[in-house]
């Protein structure tokens, strides 16, 4: 089972697509509790750190309909546009031996119209996105350890049995303590060679293997030490 990322690791969002939302939210978080820009942007950018997406702070400390402000930070009339095809993205996943989902914290709507944007619809079996990611009533999104436990078994798969392709440590770091295998994608935005440096700090033990981009992700998952291959299966699921 390969669980793929969506936003920096299956297209670049840093150069037009992340700057755009997060324009957004400061504008949201502004309006709604009555802040300057500057203290919008502190307090989003805060929230992302400390839960992994802003919307989990927002919800969480100031009651704000989860729906409205997905909507409202994700309304893009000309993504399509913006979200770069590439048809080489496509033969890549169809070579990937296995099931293939979408795991991402971005809204529903906003992702599939990325993945049809993509051109990559038909290689793809479900998306997991952000509204499903909840349990008791909260929101937990990546990097939950609990939420990548419960996804696998929605799909109906072991843990050890998935493959989690992200552009993000920490959430790799997740996925690897509760026995997913883990691929790291370096490639597909244009980081400055010392953010790569930080972005791969300390990162050696969360990542079971790294790649510039999907395009260059191995039919089987057959990485890691000894211990590691003898209690995991060879193909994913």
């Known amino acids: ?26 504008e949201f978080l502004a309006l709604e509790l009555a802040l300057s820009h500057e203290q919008a942007d502190a307090l989003r950018f805060g929230y992302w750190k ?3 997406a802003t919307l989990l702070g927002m919800v969480r400390h100031h009651d704000i309909d989860a729906h409205r402000f997905l909507r409202e930070t994700h309304a893009f009339p000309d993504l399509e546009r913006i979200v770069r095809r590439d048809r080489r993205l496509e033969h890549a996943l169809r ?10 914290n971005a809204p529903l709507d906003y992702a ?18 952000i509204e499903s990611m909840r349990f008791a009533g909260r929101f937990q999104p990546k990097p939950s350890r609990a939420m990548l436990r419960r996804v696998a078994a929605r799909l109906g798969v072991a843990p050890s049995r998935c493959i989690l392709v992200e552009d993000t440590p920490a959430n790799l770091a997740a996925a690897r303590a509760i026995g997913m295998q ?5 490639g597909t935005t244009r980081r400055p060679r010392h953010a790569m440096h ?5 990162s050696s033990r ?10 260059h992700l191995p ?3 057959s990485w890691g030490n000894a211990r590691e291959r003898r209690g995991a299966a060879h193909r994913p699921t």
């Open 1 to 26: 089972m390969w669980l793929l990322d969506l936003d920096n690791t299956l297209h670049d969002a840093s150069s037009e697509v992340f700057p755009r939302i997060h324009r957004a939210m400061v």
């Open 50 to 52: 400390r839960y992994g």
């Open 95 to 104: 070579r990937l031996p296995g099931r293939r989902v979408v795991l991402t």
């Open 112 to 129: 599939t119209r990325v993945v049809r944007a993509l051109g990559i619809a038909g290689c793809i079996e479900s998306i997991v996105s």
């Open 182 to 186: 883990t691929i790291l994608v370096t």
């Open 198 to 202: 930080r972005l791969l700090a300390g």
């Open 206 to 215: 969360r990542i079971g293997l790294q790649v510039q981009s999907v395009a």
């Open 219 to 221: 039919r089987k998952a």
